[in-house]
Protein backbone atom coordinates (compact mmCIF):
# COMPACT_ATOMS: atom_id res chain seq x y z
CA UNK A 1 0.00 0.00 0.00
CA UNK A 2 0.94 3.31 -0.76
CA UNK A 3 1.22 5.92 2.22
CA UNK A 4 -1.63 7.94 0.77
CA UNK A 5 -3.76 4.76 0.84
CA UNK A 6 -2.97 3.61 3.93
CA UNK A 7 -3.64 6.65 5.77
CA UNK A 8 -6.74 6.61 3.94
CA UNK A 9 -7.59 3.57 5.11
CA UNK A 10 -6.54 4.34 8.46
CA UNK A 11 -9.43 7.23 8.51
CA UNK A 12 -11.96 5.40 7.28
CA UNK A 13 -11.54 2.76 10.03
CA UNK A 14 -11.43 5.68 12.21
CA UNK A 15 -15.05 6.85 11.16
CA UNK A 16 -16.37 3.14 11.59
CA UNK A 17 -14.96 3.39 14.92
CA UNK A 18 -16.94 6.27 16.08
CA UNK A 19 -20.10 5.32 18.45
CA UNK A 20 -23.35 4.90 16.64
CA UNK A 21 -21.84 4.19 13.24
CA UNK A 22 -22.30 0.88 12.29
CA UNK A 23 -19.29 -0.92 11.85
CA UNK A 24 -18.03 -4.49 10.57
CA UNK A 25 -16.34 -4.87 14.58
CA UNK A 26 -19.35 -4.22 16.60
CA UNK A 27 -20.08 -7.60 14.59
CA UNK A 28 -17.91 -10.03 15.13
CA UNK A 29 -18.10 -12.57 17.54
CA UNK A 30 -15.62 -12.93 20.50
CA UNK A 31 -13.52 -16.44 19.44
CA UNK A 32 -12.53 -18.37 22.64
CA UNK A 33 -9.64 -20.58 21.52
CA UNK A 34 -10.05 -23.65 23.86
CA UNK A 35 -6.66 -25.93 23.51
CA UNK A 36 -6.67 -29.07 25.20
CA UNK A 37 -5.39 -32.32 25.33
CA UNK A 38 -8.35 -34.29 23.28
CA UNK A 39 -5.91 -38.16 22.79
CA UNK A 40 -2.95 -38.95 24.53
CA UNK A 41 -2.25 -39.83 27.96
CA UNK A 42 -4.22 -36.27 29.51
CA UNK A 43 -7.35 -37.38 27.45
CA UNK A 44 -9.77 -37.29 30.48
CA UNK A 45 -8.52 -33.99 31.44
CA UNK A 46 -9.22 -32.34 27.92
CA UNK A 47 -12.41 -34.20 27.48
CA UNK A 48 -13.60 -32.70 31.18
CA UNK A 49 -12.63 -29.18 30.39
CA UNK A 50 -14.26 -29.00 26.96
CA UNK A 51 -17.52 -30.80 28.22
CA UNK A 52 -17.49 -27.88 31.48
CA UNK A 53 -16.51 -24.79 28.59
CA UNK A 54 -19.51 -26.33 26.48
CA UNK A 55 -22.00 -26.68 29.26
CA UNK A 56 -21.61 -23.07 30.94
CA UNK A 57 -22.05 -21.83 26.87
CA UNK A 58 -25.46 -24.35 27.20
CA UNK A 59 -26.86 -22.80 30.15
CA UNK A 60 -25.79 -18.97 30.25
CA UNK A 61 -26.14 -18.60 26.19
CA UNK A 62 -23.82 -17.77 23.35
CA UNK A 63 -23.81 -13.77 24.28
CA UNK A 64 -22.15 -11.77 26.76
CA UNK A 65 -21.36 -7.77 26.70
CA UNK A 66 -23.36 -7.50 22.88
CA UNK A 67 -21.20 -10.16 21.63
CA UNK A 68 -21.31 -13.59 20.40
CA UNK A 69 -19.37 -16.17 22.02
CA UNK A 70 -17.56 -18.47 19.99
CA UNK A 71 -15.55 -21.62 20.73
CA UNK A 72 -12.76 -23.20 18.57
CA UNK A 73 -11.40 -26.13 20.25
CA UNK A 74 -8.43 -27.94 19.31
CA UNK A 75 -6.63 -31.27 20.56
CA UNK A 76 -2.76 -30.46 21.29
CA UNK A 77 -2.73 -34.07 22.07
CA UNK A 78 -0.53 -32.73 25.24
CA UNK A 79 2.75 -31.69 24.02
CA UNK A 80 3.84 -28.71 24.30
CA UNK A 81 5.00 -28.04 21.28
CA UNK A 82 1.68 -28.64 19.40
CA UNK A 83 -0.22 -26.42 22.44
CA UNK A 84 2.51 -23.82 21.35
CA UNK A 85 1.97 -23.98 17.91
CA UNK A 86 -1.89 -24.13 17.93
CA UNK A 87 -1.96 -21.07 20.01
CA UNK A 88 0.46 -18.93 17.92
CA UNK A 89 -1.79 -20.12 15.21
CA UNK A 90 -5.26 -18.95 16.73
CA UNK A 91 -3.57 -16.24 17.80
CA UNK A 92 -2.31 -14.80 14.63
CA UNK A 93 -4.67 -16.12 11.77
CA UNK A 94 -7.94 -17.07 13.44
CA UNK A 95 -7.47 -13.75 15.24
CA UNK A 96 -9.14 -15.14 18.97
CA UNK A 97 -9.72 -12.94 21.12
CA UNK A 98 -8.81 -15.43 24.19
CA UNK A 99 -6.82 -18.34 24.57
CA UNK A 100 -8.11 -20.79 27.18
CA UNK A 101 -7.42 -24.79 28.31
CA UNK A 102 -3.94 -25.89 28.88
CA UNK A 103 -4.03 -29.17 30.31
CA UNK A 104 -1.34 -29.63 32.46
CA UNK A 105 1.79 -27.88 33.33
CA UNK A 106 4.05 -28.05 30.49
CA UNK A 107 1.56 -27.21 27.90
CA UNK A 108 0.46 -23.48 29.73
CA UNK A 109 4.25 -22.27 29.93
CA UNK A 110 4.65 -23.28 26.45
CA UNK A 111 1.74 -20.89 25.52
CA UNK A 112 2.74 -17.80 27.76
CA UNK A 113 5.09 -16.06 25.82
CA UNK A 114 2.20 -16.20 23.22
CA UNK A 115 -0.06 -14.71 25.14
CA UNK A 116 1.87 -11.89 25.80
CA UNK A 117 3.12 -11.07 22.55
CA UNK A 118 -0.62 -11.10 21.04
CA UNK A 119 -1.78 -8.87 24.22
CA UNK A 120 -4.63 -11.66 24.22
CA UNK A 121 -6.25 -13.29 27.81
CA UNK A 122 -4.77 -16.72 29.06
CA UNK A 123 -7.19 -18.66 30.81
CA UNK A 124 -5.48 -21.33 33.04
CA UNK A 125 -8.44 -24.44 33.11
CA UNK A 126 -6.49 -27.46 34.54
CA UNK A 127 -2.73 -26.96 35.10
CA UNK A 128 -1.55 -26.38 38.82
CA UNK A 129 1.99 -25.08 39.25
CA UNK A 130 2.07 -21.78 41.47
CA UNK A 131 4.58 -20.65 38.74
CA UNK A 132 2.42 -20.48 35.96
CA UNK A 133 0.72 -16.71 36.50
CA UNK A 134 3.91 -15.27 36.87
CA UNK A 135 5.17 -16.14 33.14
CA UNK A 136 2.72 -13.34 31.69
CA UNK A 137 0.85 -10.81 33.04
CA UNK A 138 -1.90 -11.80 30.30
CA UNK A 139 -2.80 -14.66 32.43
CA UNK A 140 -5.99 -15.73 34.51
CA UNK A 141 -6.42 -19.14 36.46
CA UNK A 142 -9.80 -20.84 36.75
CA UNK A 143 -8.12 -23.46 38.44
CA UNK A 144 -5.76 -24.29 41.29
CA UNK A 145 -2.45 -24.95 42.47
CA UNK A 146 -0.97 -27.31 44.63
CA UNK A 147 0.82 -25.63 47.42
CA UNK A 148 -2.73 -24.14 47.75
CA UNK A 149 -4.50 -27.67 48.59
CA UNK A 150 -1.04 -29.67 49.83
CA UNK A 151 -0.14 -26.80 52.97
CA UNK A 152 -3.49 -27.48 54.61
CA UNK A 153 -3.33 -31.28 54.28
CA UNK A 154 0.33 -31.01 55.67
CA UNK A 155 -1.29 -29.33 58.44
CA UNK A 156 -3.63 -31.98 59.09
CA UNK A 157 -1.34 -35.16 58.93
CA UNK A 158 0.55 -33.58 61.88
CA UNK A 159 -2.46 -32.34 63.42
CA UNK A 160 -3.28 -36.25 62.90
CA UNK A 161 -0.59 -37.88 64.44
CA UNK A 162 1.19 -38.89 61.56
CA UNK A 163 4.27 -38.53 62.39
CA UNK A 164 6.64 -40.30 59.31
CA UNK A 165 5.45 -39.74 56.45
CA UNK A 166 6.99 -40.65 52.59
CA UNK A 167 6.26 -38.34 50.18
CA UNK A 168 5.66 -39.69 46.72
CA UNK A 169 5.04 -37.45 43.75
CA UNK A 170 4.74 -37.14 39.57
CA UNK A 171 8.50 -35.70 38.98
CA UNK A 172 7.72 -32.46 36.76
CA UNK A 173 6.81 -29.23 38.15
CA UNK A 174 3.43 -29.37 40.22
CA UNK A 175 4.94 -32.68 41.56
CA UNK A 176 7.83 -30.76 42.70
CA UNK A 177 5.48 -27.93 43.97
CA UNK A 178 3.28 -30.65 46.12
CA UNK A 179 6.33 -32.18 47.52
CA UNK A 180 7.96 -29.04 48.78
CA UNK A 181 4.63 -27.19 50.56
CA UNK A 182 4.02 -30.62 52.34
CA UNK A 183 7.78 -31.11 53.43
CA UNK A 184 7.85 -27.47 54.35
CA UNK A 185 4.73 -27.29 56.56
CA UNK A 186 5.02 -30.89 57.64
CA UNK A 187 8.57 -30.58 58.96
CA UNK A 188 7.28 -27.14 60.77
CA UNK A 189 4.68 -28.91 62.93
CA UNK A 190 6.83 -31.26 64.15
CA UNK A 191 6.77 -34.06 61.10
CA UNK A 192 9.79 -36.05 59.44
CA UNK A 193 9.71 -36.78 56.00
CA UNK A 194 11.75 -40.11 55.64
CA UNK A 195 12.08 -40.30 51.84
CA UNK A 196 10.90 -38.35 48.77
CA UNK A 197 10.35 -40.27 45.56
CA UNK A 198 9.68 -39.20 42.54
CA UNK A 199 8.11 -41.06 40.15
CA UNK A 200 8.23 -40.54 36.19
CA UNK A 201 5.34 -38.79 34.62
CA UNK A 202 4.68 -40.83 31.58
CA UNK A 203 3.01 -44.53 32.25
CA UNK A 204 4.36 -44.81 35.93
CA UNK A 205 5.24 -48.01 37.25
CA UNK A 206 4.61 -47.67 40.79
CA UNK A 207 5.10 -51.37 42.21
CA UNK A 208 9.09 -50.70 43.00
CA UNK A 209 8.54 -47.25 44.42
CA UNK A 210 6.31 -48.68 46.90
CA UNK A 211 8.25 -51.71 47.62
CA UNK A 212 10.67 -49.37 48.92
CA UNK A 213 8.13 -47.66 50.94
CA UNK A 214 6.75 -50.45 52.42
CA UNK A 215 10.56 -50.71 53.66
CA UNK A 216 10.36 -47.33 55.03
CA UNK A 217 7.58 -48.37 57.54
CA UNK A 218 6.09 -44.60 57.50
CA UNK A 219 2.87 -44.00 59.31
CA UNK A 220 1.61 -42.38 55.79
CA UNK A 221 2.27 -41.97 52.35
CA UNK A 222 1.69 -38.16 50.86
CA UNK A 223 1.25 -38.33 47.02
CA UNK A 224 0.23 -36.61 43.97
CA UNK A 225 0.19 -37.52 40.51
CA UNK A 226 -2.28 -35.63 37.82
CA UNK A 227 -5.62 -36.36 37.44
CA UNK A 228 -6.25 -39.69 34.88
CA UNK A 229 -2.66 -41.52 36.59
CA UNK A 230 -4.70 -42.01 40.32
CA UNK A 231 -5.95 -45.28 39.55
CA UNK A 232 -2.72 -47.00 38.92
CA UNK A 233 -1.25 -45.57 42.05
CA UNK A 234 -4.53 -47.13 43.69
CA UNK A 235 -4.20 -50.38 42.51
CA UNK A 236 -0.59 -50.75 43.33
CA UNK A 237 -1.01 -49.29 47.21
CA UNK A 238 -3.77 -52.04 47.04
CA UNK A 239 -1.82 -54.85 45.54
CA UNK A 240 1.76 -54.32 47.58
CA UNK A 241 -0.39 -54.46 50.39
CA UNK A 242 0.87 -51.23 52.44
CA UNK A 243 -3.00 -50.45 54.11
CA UNK A 244 -2.48 -54.04 55.49
CA UNK A 245 0.89 -53.04 56.55
CA UNK A 246 -0.50 -50.20 58.72
CA UNK A 247 0.60 -47.32 55.63
CA UNK A 248 -2.15 -44.79 55.07
CA UNK A 249 -2.66 -42.95 51.90
CA UNK A 250 -2.94 -39.54 51.89
CA UNK A 251 -2.97 -37.31 48.69
CA UNK A 252 -4.13 -34.40 46.90
CA UNK A 253 -7.15 -34.51 45.32
CA UNK A 254 -6.20 -35.56 41.97
CA UNK A 255 -5.72 -38.63 43.25
CA UNK A 256 -9.38 -39.45 43.88
CA UNK A 257 -10.26 -37.58 40.87
CA UNK A 258 -13.91 -37.43 40.69
CA UNK A 259 -13.81 -39.03 36.83
CA UNK A 260 -12.11 -41.97 37.93
CA UNK A 261 -13.22 -42.97 41.54
CA UNK A 262 -16.27 -45.22 41.18
CA UNK A 263 -13.11 -47.39 38.85
CA UNK A 264 -10.96 -47.43 41.85
CA UNK A 265 -12.89 -49.36 43.72
CA UNK A 266 -12.79 -50.45 47.53
CA UNK A 267 -8.86 -49.45 47.72
CA UNK A 268 -9.72 -46.03 47.85
CA UNK A 269 -11.81 -46.20 50.62
CA UNK A 270 -10.81 -43.90 53.66
CA UNK A 271 -8.24 -42.37 51.60
CA UNK A 272 -7.84 -38.87 53.31
CA UNK A 273 -7.76 -36.08 50.47
CA UNK A 274 -7.74 -32.16 50.20
CA UNK A 275 -8.87 -30.30 47.01
CA UNK A 276 -10.82 -26.91 45.68
CA UNK A 277 -13.56 -29.56 44.24
CA UNK A 278 -16.01 -33.05 44.75
CA UNK A 279 -18.75 -33.75 42.78
CA UNK A 280 -20.22 -34.38 46.48
CA UNK A 281 -20.05 -30.80 47.57
CA UNK A 282 -23.60 -30.03 48.87
CA UNK A 283 -24.83 -26.94 47.61
CA UNK A 284 -27.80 -26.40 45.14
CA UNK A 285 -25.37 -24.61 42.67
CA UNK A 286 -23.61 -27.75 42.35
CA UNK A 287 -26.21 -30.50 42.33
CA UNK A 288 -27.45 -28.51 39.24
CA UNK A 289 -24.03 -28.58 37.76
CA UNK A 290 -23.41 -32.33 38.38
CA UNK A 291 -26.88 -33.21 37.13
CA UNK A 292 -26.80 -31.20 33.86
CA UNK A 293 -22.90 -32.11 33.22
CA UNK A 294 -23.70 -35.92 33.40
CA UNK A 295 -27.04 -35.28 31.26
CA UNK A 296 -25.06 -33.44 28.53
CA UNK A 297 -21.76 -35.67 28.57
CA UNK A 298 -23.00 -39.42 28.99
CA UNK A 299 -23.49 -39.93 32.50
CA UNK A 300 -19.74 -38.74 33.43
CA UNK A 301 -18.86 -37.24 36.43
CA UNK A 302 -17.75 -33.28 36.30
CA UNK A 303 -14.21 -33.66 38.13
CA UNK A 304 -12.03 -30.49 38.95
CA UNK A 305 -10.91 -30.03 35.89
CA UNK A 306 -14.31 -30.03 33.73
CA UNK A 307 -15.02 -26.79 36.74
CA UNK A 308 -12.00 -25.45 35.84
CA UNK A 309 -13.46 -25.04 31.79
CA UNK A 310 -16.67 -23.93 33.05
CA UNK A 311 -15.62 -21.23 35.61
CA UNK A 312 -13.18 -20.01 33.12
CA UNK A 313 -15.81 -19.53 30.92
CA UNK A 314 -17.36 -16.97 34.14
CA UNK A 315 -14.55 -15.43 34.05
CA UNK A 316 -14.55 -14.69 30.43
CA UNK A 317 -18.72 -14.20 29.93
CA UNK A 318 -18.29 -11.30 33.39
CA UNK A 319 -14.81 -9.64 31.91
CA UNK A 320 -17.21 -8.92 28.52
CA UNK A 321 -19.95 -7.65 30.80
CA UNK A 322 -17.95 -6.21 32.55
CA UNK A 323 -15.77 -3.74 29.46
CA UNK A 324 -19.20 -3.89 27.59
CA UNK A 325 -17.86 -5.86 25.07
CA UNK A 326 -14.37 -4.40 24.92
CA UNK A 327 -12.41 -7.40 24.22
CA UNK A 328 -8.67 -5.63 23.92
CA UNK A 329 -6.76 -8.26 25.89
CA UNK A 330 -5.48 -5.92 28.81
CA UNK A 331 -9.22 -4.46 29.25
CA UNK A 332 -10.45 -7.86 30.08
CA UNK A 333 -7.67 -9.06 32.02
CA UNK A 334 -8.43 -5.66 34.35
CA UNK A 335 -11.78 -6.80 34.60
CA UNK A 336 -11.13 -10.33 35.68
CA UNK A 337 -9.09 -8.91 38.48
CA UNK A 338 -11.14 -8.95 41.41
CA UNK A 339 -14.10 -11.10 39.98
CA UNK A 340 -16.04 -12.74 42.75
CA UNK A 341 -18.98 -15.36 42.54
CA UNK A 342 -20.60 -18.40 43.96
CA UNK A 343 -18.61 -21.24 41.98
CA UNK A 344 -20.14 -24.97 42.07
CA UNK A 345 -16.97 -25.57 44.36
CA UNK A 346 -18.21 -22.92 46.64
CA UNK A 347 -17.23 -19.07 47.12
CA UNK A 348 -14.22 -18.15 44.37
CA UNK A 349 -12.63 -14.55 43.75
CA UNK A 350 -9.16 -13.50 41.57
CA UNK A 351 -6.61 -12.25 43.15
CA UNK A 352 -5.96 -8.93 41.55
CA UNK A 353 -2.63 -9.20 42.75
CA UNK A 354 -1.60 -12.61 41.27
CA UNK A 355 -4.44 -12.96 38.80
CA UNK A 356 -4.65 -16.51 40.79
CA UNK A 357 -7.95 -18.43 42.01
CA UNK A 358 -8.60 -17.80 45.76
CA UNK A 359 -10.99 -20.53 47.36
CA UNK A 360 -11.85 -22.73 49.46
CA UNK A 361 -9.95 -26.16 50.45
CA UNK A 362 -11.77 -28.90 51.70
CA UNK A 363 -11.13 -32.06 52.97
CA UNK A 364 -12.70 -34.92 52.07
CA UNK A 365 -12.72 -38.63 52.74
CA UNK A 366 -13.47 -41.52 50.33
CA UNK A 367 -16.67 -43.05 51.35
CA UNK A 368 -19.68 -45.02 49.86
CA UNK A 369 -23.08 -43.63 48.96
CA UNK A 370 -25.53 -45.86 47.29
CA UNK A 371 -22.87 -48.36 45.88
CA UNK A 372 -20.92 -45.19 44.19
CA UNK A 373 -17.39 -44.09 45.53
CA UNK A 374 -17.59 -40.24 46.19
CA UNK A 375 -14.75 -37.37 47.68
CA UNK A 376 -16.87 -36.81 50.72
CA UNK A 377 -16.17 -33.59 52.53
CA UNK A 378 -15.96 -33.30 56.47
CA UNK A 379 -14.04 -29.92 57.06
CA UNK A 380 -12.81 -27.04 54.83
CA UNK A 381 -10.14 -23.65 55.32
CA UNK A 382 -11.66 -20.83 53.46
CA UNK A 383 -10.57 -18.21 51.35
CA UNK A 384 -7.02 -19.71 50.46
CA UNK A 385 -4.65 -18.24 48.40
CA UNK A 386 -1.62 -19.92 46.61
CA UNK A 387 0.61 -19.93 49.75
CA UNK A 388 3.87 -19.42 47.33
CA UNK A 389 2.72 -16.05 45.66
CA UNK A 390 1.20 -15.19 49.07
CA UNK A 391 5.07 -15.34 50.68
CA UNK A 392 6.57 -13.77 48.18
CA UNK A 393 3.70 -10.67 47.74
C1 LIG B 1 -1.39 -30.58 36.55
C2 LIG B 1 -1.75 -30.40 37.88
C3 LIG B 1 -2.03 -31.56 35.79
C4 LIG B 1 -2.75 -31.20 38.45
C5 LIG B 1 -3.02 -32.35 36.36
O1 LIG B 1 -3.70 -33.32 35.69
C6 LIG B 1 -3.36 -32.18 37.69
C7 LIG B 1 -0.32 -29.77 35.96
C8 LIG B 1 -3.53 -33.48 34.32
O2 LIG B 1 -0.16 -28.61 36.38
O3 LIG B 1 0.38 -30.30 35.09
O4 LIG B 1 -4.30 -32.99 38.25
Known sequence: MKRRQILKALALSTVLALPGVPSAVAQESVKVGLIVPLTGPFATTGRQVEAGAKLYMATHGDEAGGKTIELIV????????????????????????????????????ASAPIATQGKVPMIVMAAGTSVITEKSPFIVRSSFTLPQVTVPLAEWAAKNNLKKVVTLVADYAPGLDAEKAFTETFTKAGGEIVESIRVPLANPDFAPFLQRVRDAK??????????????????QFDDRGLADAGIRLIATGDVTDDDLLNGMGKAALGTITTHHYSADHDSPENKDFVKAFEAANNGMRPNFMGVGGYDGMHLIYEALKKTGGDTSGQAMVDAMKGLQWTSVRGPVSIDP?????????????????????WNVEFDKVEAVKDPVKAATN
Open 74 to 109: RDDAATAEQTRRIAQELVTRERVNVIAGFGHTPLAM
Open 218 to 235: PDAVFSFVPSGVGSALMK
Open 353 to 373: ETRDIVQTVYFREVKEKDGQL
